[in-house]
């Protein structure tokens, strides 16, 4: 995850540096020294790509054709599916009381008729409240009797989440087409297309991660902007400078990604990792950027000047939102455990009550979590998530003849969350190359996607004995793709290239791309609850472990 560019990024000219857009909508292209070699500024932040225009019309355009994939006849089935039991009815109950009560037996049944009857009682939920406060919105917005509405949220944040991908990857590989193409394949995957359609949370922390990880993007240029600036001003460009260099302290993009964070946080904790994960990035890019800036002690500048500051101010915003995202259990009287060290003084006295009893709920969360070892049909180890190995069934049911529009004898109606195998696929091959690109040529683009996906696919290894889905591997979903357009951009090949060789890169890279939209098609009934023929429904199981 260092920060030297010694490569232009793939599919862009050759004479544009390997960074990402400068800062501002409105900056001017970096300007290059008088023998023509690139400047410091041009150096570190890169230039951005000039054609603003596509550089919007791409992005959007593959974001509505993901908002129809998306929202089109997202009430159907109008019935809680697979985890929507919790989270749907979680979120209602925040509607409701502020905090999650318990349901009766049955409940299910009459929630989706329109009469839901929560208990009195406080529930314990396992994960905090954020992601469901989301779908909380969408029925806010169009009733809890709208199937629609249990599900709007989740499918706004896969909508929002193309958009962000196409712009990332715009910034990341200076190429407007690199973008938009990876827009158009997180917009067709099955695995993000399922989350956006159903009512989980899953959905929802990918998009507070991405969003973390595109506002690092931007306090990168903007920083490494200021950088520039700033040693320019002490002396002649490729000076060495003694001590630390210049403190960068206002970085309101890293604060941007800390509240984001705080947000996936407070979505599910496996957003904890992330925020490691790109903490860490941040911090390497900096001292990266010192390094070839010309500061002599770089390495210690990086951590003193830009690691401390970013730990400090990060955790602090971080935490300040994860805690404002349970002010519905800090005001109430009866949620789980919210009385827990009032009625026990002895209990970690030299804290408030209310935090007191929040660490208690958050030690019983904790120990939730790691025992969870029930088994169930559809778990699976996450060696196999790359590949979709075991995808999970979130909804089966078998019409016959002259049910739900079946025209055949049996047919099938599912909801599997099964990723596009184009995108999947690919994108595990390409995260190999993109391992061997960071190790030996040190690409800061491949750093950068790989910090994310690690931070949230490598901590599933650590708990060996949970019960475990593929599911999960919707939140790494988007690095999956940046890893396959950035091998993609790769095989298209440099502006230079011989036009042999950019024909044949284009083809390659174009007919993965279609392969990927045809694929959508194909496996668009399984994603979306399609009443299909029973044998058409097994030519879609190309393995028994997808059954």
């Known amino acids: 995850m260092t920060t030297t560019p010694d490569a232009p990024p793939a599919g862009t000219s050759p004479a544009r540096p390997s960074g990402a857009e400068s800062e501002g909508a409105g900056a001017p292209p970096p300007a290059s020294t008088s023998d023509g070699a690139p400047s410091l500024r041009e150096r570190l932040v890169g230039r951005p790509p000039t054609d603003r225009l596509w550089g919007w019309v791409g992005p959007l355009a593959v974001t509505a054709l993901a908002a129809v994939l998306r929202l089109w006849d997202l009430g159907r089935p109008h019935q809680l599916v697979f985890d929507e039991t919790y989270y749907v009815k979680q979120a209602y109950s925040l509607l409701v009381a502020g905090y999650e009560l318990r349901w009766p037996e049955g409940a299910d049944e009459a929630f989706?008729?329109?009469?839901?009857?929560?208990?009195?009682?406080?529930?314990?939920?396992?994960?905090?409240?954020?992601?469901?406060?989301?779908?909380?919105?969408?029925?806010?917005?169009?009733?809890?009797?709208?199937?629609?509405?249990?599900?709007?949220?989740?499918?706004?944040?896969?909508?929002?989440?193309?958009?962000?991908?196409?712009?990332?990857?715009?910034?990341?590989?200076?190429?407007?087409?690199?973008?938009?193409?990876?827009?158009?394949?997180?917009?067709?995957?099955?695995?993000?297309?399922?989350?956006?359609?159903?009512?989980?949370?899953?959905?929802?922390?990918?998009?507070?991660?991405?969003?973390?990880?595109?506002?690092?993007?931007?306090?990168?240029?903007?920083?490494?902007?200021?950088?520039?600036?700033?040693?320019?001003?002490?002396?002649?460009?490729?000076?060495?400078?003694?001590?630390?260099?210049?403190?960068?302290?206002?970085r309101p993009w890293r604060l941007v990604a800390a509240v984001c964070l705080g947000l996936a946080v407070g979505t599910k904790w496996s957003g904890l990792y992330a925020f490691v994960a790109l903490g860490l990035m941040t911090v390497l890019w900096d001292a990266g950027a010192r390094r070839a800036a010309g500061v002599r002690h770089w390495f210690a500048a990086g951590v003193l000047k830009d690691g401390v500051p970013a730990a400090a101010g990060m955790l602090v915003v971080a935490l300040g939102v994860y805690l404002a995202s349970w002010a519905g259990w800090f005001a109430s009287t009866g949620a789980h455990l919210r009385q827990y060290a009032a009625e026990r003084p002895d209990y970690l006295p030299w804290l408030p009550d209310a935090l007191a009893s929040l660490w208690r709920y958050h030690q019983e969360m904790y120990g939730f979590h790691v025992g969870l070892s029930s088994p169930h049909p559809y778990q699976a180890s996450p060696e196999s998530w790359l590949v979709q190995g075991r995808p999970t069934s979130f909804f089966y049911e078998a019409p016959t003849l002259g049910v739900d529009g079946c025209a055949v004898s049996a047919c099938s109606r599912a909801i599997t969350a099964l990723g596009n195998p184009v995108v999947w696929w690919g994108g595990a091959l390409a995260v190999v190359v993109l391992v061997g690109v960071w190790a030996l040529r040190r690409d800061w683009r491949a750093g950068a996607v790989l910090a994310p996906l690690a931070g949230l696919y490598l901590p599933w290894f650590l708990y060996p004995e949970r019960t475990v889905y593929t599911f999960y591997s919707v939140a790494f979903s988007p690095y999956v793709v940046l890893a396959l357009v950035m091998v993609l951009g790769m095989v298209l090949g440099r502006p230079d290239a011989p036009p042999r060789r950019r024909r044949w890169g284009a083809a390659v890279a174009g007919a993965v791309v279609v392969a990927a939209v045809l694929a959508a098609a194909f496996f668009w009934p399984v994603w979306a609850a399609q009443v299909i023929p029973t044998e058409h429904w097994r030519w879609r199981m190309w393995f028994p472990s997808w059954i």
């Open 112 to 250: 989706a008729a329109g009469t839901p009857s929560p208990l009195d009682t406080a529930d314990f939920p396992v994960h905090p409240p954020v992601g469901k406060w989301v779908l909380a919105l969408g029925q806010l917005l169009l009733g809890q009797d709208s199937s629609t509405g249990w599900r709007l949220g989740a499918a706004v944040a896969g909508v929002v989440s193309v958009l962000l991908v196409a712009r990332i990857a715009r910034r990341l590989f200076s190429s407007t087409l690199l973008g938009t193409v990876a827009g158009l394949l997180l917009a067709v995957d099955g695995q993000h297309i399922v989350h956006s359609r159903t009512g989980l949370l899953d959905g929802v922390l990918t998009l507070w991660v991405l969003a973390a990880f595109g506002a690092l993007l931007l306090d990168r240029d903007a920083s490494r902007a200021r950088l520039a600036r700033a040693v320019t001003t002490r002396g002649p460009t490729g000076a060495r400078l003694a001590g630390l260099g210049p403190w960068l302290l206002a």
